[in-house]
Structure formats: C-alpha cells, structure tokens
C-alpha cells in the first residue's frame, strides 16, 4: 500500500486547510484510513480515522473541528481543517490499516506540513 498525501501549507488561525491522500496498492486489505500528525521532540498521534463502514473516530484536541472523509473505493482519504490553532502546526501523516495475511499492518504516508501562525 502506498500512499501520498498533498494539501499541506501555512494559515493564520482560524483559518482552514484541506488534506488529500492518494491510496495505491492492494487496497483491499484496507480496513482504516486516516491520518496522524507529529510535533518536533513528541511521538506522532493518530487524531482522525474512519473504519470502512464510515464510523469516524476523531482526537479530543480536532474534535469539532476537523472532519475526515474517505471514498467508498478506497482510493482517497481527506481530512478538512477548520478553525485552525497554533498547536495544530504539526507534519501531518496518511494512515491506512488492515489485516493481512501476516497479520495487522500499518503503513504511512511521507508527512505534509501544516503551519499555523499569524
């Protein structure tokens, strides 16, 4: 599985962002999408994901603000940003999870940066 996100850039606060992550690969081992993001000196945190029935799951610090999407083929993860702070500056990562026949794996996308400053 590959995947390759795009989106990232600077914004002043309050502002909004729209991630993208093409999904490549062999797609049907996917069970989750999502995406992660990683502060300089701290480990990197999963703060949105979707299961593929759609059931959203979302960190306490994006909740309400940030909503994640995905299509039905697997092919296309996004995350919209709203409403957007400094602490959410951060290398933003694709996810995508699923079991395979060795069993569950995790595979990651080169991170994007988003900058939140005024």
């Known amino acids: 599985v590959q995947l390759q996100a795009s989106g990232g850039g600077s914004v002043q606060p309050g502002g909004s962002l729209r991630l993208s992550c093409a999904v490549s690969g062999r797609k049907g081992t996917i069970d989750l999408l999502g995406w992660y993001r990683q502060i300089p000196g701290y480990e990197r945190k999963l703060i949105a994901v979707?299961?593929?029935?759609?059931?959203?799951n979302y960190a306490d610090t994006v909740k309400g603000r940030f909503t994640v999407s995905r299509d039905n083929a697997k092919t296309t993860v996004r995350l919209q940003m709203n409403r957007l702070r400094p602490e959410d500056t951060a290398v933003y990562y694709c996810?995508?999870?699923?079991?395979?026949?060795?069993?569950?794996?995790?595979?990651w996308g080169e991170g994007t940066q988003v900058t939140v400053s005024s």
């Open positions: 996810y995508a999870g699923g079991q395979a026949a060795t069993g569950w794996m995790n595979y």
């Open positions: 979707v299961t593929s029935d759609g059931a959203a």
